[in-house]
């Protein structure tokens, strides 16, 4: 009962203010805020005060009740106004591999001259990250999320909020992104990496031409092609220079899918990431060959991230809502 009056009421809300865009500062109308279970408590202490007071003609005890109501009241506008003006720069759902927690970096910021105590981020019932905004700069927070199998997690939306001053009341509000985390599958097993592809062996198709990796420069020999000569250099007063290069299809691994035909494909999709991750980290070229998709040999970050999403994504298909599901 708990989870379905909490999904209509996440409905509901978003119904009522549409789908956000970044930049987003937070006004009024999208700002919520009830009594906590300490807020609860401390309302029930002032009631029996103002009873207890009331029936024993007690001015010390009806003062105090009077004096703890309007502290409570203006925790109640400081707990809000924490909120109030907050901007919502621009969250970004980062990468991570399945059965680990993946990240979601939230960029707040407030205006000049506010400093903003204890934001809370969160998306849905996963642990807040927790942060002060300078009065004019922006933080980054970096609330957790599950990812329990390889593809696409889709993160309806995210909560920020705000105990602050006293832990009586609590503000939030829901920000509505379209925000998706890739999750690729798990970097393990126990098979050892193909060999390297040398130039008799290599597929010429798998080769990239006018890629070729910098080396740098080297003097000048015998029988070097006056092409490679680098005469910039040579014209500023420097030595006869040579422009040298690694080809990358000379030396390269191959990861195919088809050249697994022992496992699974979840254990072939964890075995390719195993094998891409492990390149990567010694800085060797490499391609990725999976059926419908073949990634070009090449190195760094941004060839990881594309031939780990390839093996996130294989096999799945998005639904009518727009969510990766496995087919």
Not at 34 to 63: D, E, K, W
Not at 156 to 170: E, K, N, W
């Amino acid at each position: 009962m708990r989870r379905f009056l909490r999904e209509r009421l996440a409905s509901w809300v978003r119904r009522r203010q549409g789908p956000d865009h970044p930049p987003l500062t937070l006004h009024r109308r999208r700002i919520y805020i009830l009594p906590t279970r300490a807020g609860v408590g401390f309302g029930f202490v002032l009631f029996f005060m103002l009873i207890a007071g009331l029936n024993y003609a007690n001015s010390t005890v009806l003062f105090l009740a009077f004096l703890f109501s309007g502290f409570a009241l203006v925790s109640m506008h400081q707990c809000h106004r924490n909120l109030l003006g907050l901007t919502v720069v621009g969250a970004e759902a980062l990468p991570t591999f399945a059965l680990q927690d993946g990240n979601v970096q939230v960029t707040l910021a407030s205006d000049a001259g506010l400093f903003r105590h204890r934001i809370e981020a969160t998306v849905t019932e996963e642990p807040a990250a927790v942060a002060d905004i300078p009065g004019a700069g922006q933080r980054v927070l970096v609330p957790p999320v599950r990812a329990p199998r390889r593809g696409l997690v889709a993160i309806a939306r995210l909560q920020i909020a705000s105990r602050h001053p006293f832990g009586l009341f609590r503000a939030w509000t829901w920000v509505h992104l379209p925000l998706e985390m890739i999750v690729y599958p798990r970097a393990q097993g126990s098979l050892p990496m193909p060999a390297i592809a040398g130039p008799q062996s290599g597929d010429r198709s798998m080769r990239m031409t006018g890629t070729d990796e910098w080396l740098g420069l080297r003097p000048f020999r015998d029988g070097d092609s006056p092409r490679q000569v680098a005469w910039k250099a040579y014209a500023r007063g420097a030595p006869l220079l040579v422009k040298e290069y690694s080809a990358i299809g000379s030396e390269l691994r191959v990861f195919d899918f088809q050249s697994l035909p022992d496992l699974d494909t979840e254990a072939r999709l964890e075995q390719l990431a195993r094998w891409v991750v492990e390149a990567e980290a010694r800085g060797e070229f490499y391609a990725l060959v999976v059926p419908g998709e073949q990634i070009d040999p090449d190195h760094g970050p941004a060839h990881r991230h594309r031939c780990l999403t390839a093996l996130a994504l294989h096999g799945l298909r998005r639904d009518s809502h727009g969510e990766a599901a496995h087919s």
